[in-house]
């Protein structure tokens, strides 16, 4: 999943996906953290990229208090657009959060009971926010992050969720997992994303596997090549 954080990088990331068909598929939105968030022809723009088709998912949007650039005030109306475009072209979308869960589930809750589908992407808080979203129908990625020694309770909350609700993924270039923390993050290294996974909920690592791999073609609508 080649995920864009701008009208240029959704073009960038199309062309790329086109070029690997069967590995690659790409989205089309604006980060939070970008100060395009606030500008209407950027939007615009995405907009139209996302009726070519090309893309199958809407984002990265979602909520960040951590960088302070860009104000929660311009990130929440850019979120709903992008949940309401995400819902217009039934796309799932991808949703960033930092420091700012119990904002995005306000923000989110008015869905509830809409077709509303996606994930959070490179999950990281806590068992009610987990809760929270799963109730909405969302999923939960799970990144490096999850690997490293210190975040127990994180993997506490990721090991009650349903199997059914959890992706793997790297947020390559960043987070490279334990195993090889330090290094620049690339797609292969979801491998031990899904190693340290399977033996934290006791499965045997072609189980998980299948498990995660047919959540990311159901609510993606892909057919993998793995």
């Known amino acids: 999943m080649v995920v864009a954080v701008d009208a240029a990088s959704a073009e960038a990331a199309a062309e790329l996906a086109a ?31 996302l009726g070519s088709g090309r893309f ?3 984002g990265e949007t979602g909520l960040d208090d951590f960088h302070k650039d860009v104000p929660l005030t311009a990130q929440r109306p850019s979120l709903h657009r992008h949940v309401e475009a ?4 039934d796309l799932p979308v991808i ?3 930092r420091d700012a869960f119990p904002a995005l589930h306000d923000e989110l809750r008015r869905y509830a009971g809409s077709p509303l589908r996606g994930v959070l992407h ?24 999850s690997t490293y020694k210190p975040n127990a309770e994180l993997r506490t909350t990721l090991r009650a969720a349903p199997l059914d609700r959890l992706l793997l993924e790297t947020d390559a270039p960043w987070l490279a997992p334990q195993a ?6 690339e ?40």
Not at 27 to 34: I, K, Q, R
Not at 122 to 130: E, L, S, Y
């Open 187 to 226: 797609p292969a290294f979801v491998a031990h994303v899904a190693a340290a996974l399977a033996a934290d909920r006791g499965l045997e690592l072609p189980e998980l596997a299948a498990a995660t791999t047919a959540n990311a073609e159901a609510l993606f609508g892909l057919r993998l090549a793995v």
């Open 122 to 145: 490179c999950f990281t808080g806590g068992a009610a926010d987990a809760e929270r979203l799963l109730a909405l129908g969302l999923h939960l990625g799970v990144g490096g992050v």
């Open 19 to 49: 070029g690997q068909p069967g590995w690659a598929v790409a989205t089309a939105g604006v980060h939070p953290t970008e100060a395009a968030v606030a500008d209407a022809d950027e939007w615009r723009r995405v907009e139209e990229l």
């Open 86 to 89: 995400a819902l217009a072209c």
């Open 95 to 97: 949703l960033h959060c």
């Open 180 to 185: 090889v923390r330090g290094k620049r993050n």
């Open 56 to 58: 199958r998912a809407v």
